[in-house]
C-alpha cells in the first residue's frame, strides 16, 4: 500500500504563495493521474487540478491563471504551485493519485491545512 504524504501548507496572507508537495512512500505504477483536492469547513470536497502521465493539467474555473501543477515521476512527487491566494483558498488540500483499469488504485493523503487571512 503506498502512502502520501502532502507538504508546504501553512497561514499566508492574501495575495500570497505558497507550493504544495505531495510525496508517495512508494513507486506510483503508471500511468497515474494526480489530482488535488480541498475541502473548506462546512462544504464539499472539491478538484483542485489534475495531472494526467502525459503532462495534462486541468484545473478549476476558480483557481485558472493562479494555480500550476507539476509532477516529477522519478520522484515519485507531485507539486501545486498557488499564488495570489485568496481567503476563499482556506481548506484542507488533498493529494489523490488514481489509476484505472489493470491494476487499478486511489490513493489519498491526510491532507494539509492552508489559510489565507490578514
Known amino acids: 500500500q503506498v502512502q502520501l504524504v502532502e507538504s508546504g501548507g501553512g497561514l499566508v496572507q492574501p495575495g500570497g504563495s505558497l507550493r504544495l508537495s505531495c510525496s508517495a512512500s512508494g513507486s506510483l505504477f503508471g500511468p497515474y493521474v494526480m489530482g488535488w483536492y480541498r475541502q473548506a469547513p462546512g462544504k464539499q470536497r472539491e478538484l483542485v487540478a489534475t495531472i494526467d502521465s502525459d503532462g495534462t493539467t486541468n484545473y478549476a474555473d476558480s483557481v485558472k491563471g493562479r494555480f500550476t501543477l507539476s509532477r516529477d515521476d522519478a520522484k515519485n512527487t507531485g507539486y501545486l504551485q498557488m499564488n495570489s491566494l485568496k481567503p476563499e483558498d482556506t481548506a484542507v488540500y488533498y493529494c489523490?493519485?488514481?489509476?484505472?483499469?489493470?491494476?487499478?488504485?486511489?490513493?489519498w493523503g491526510l491532507g494539509t491545512q492552508v489559510t489565507v487571512s490578514s
Open positions: 489523490n493519485a488514481k489509476r484505472g483499469g489493470w491494476r487499478p488504485y486511489d490513493y
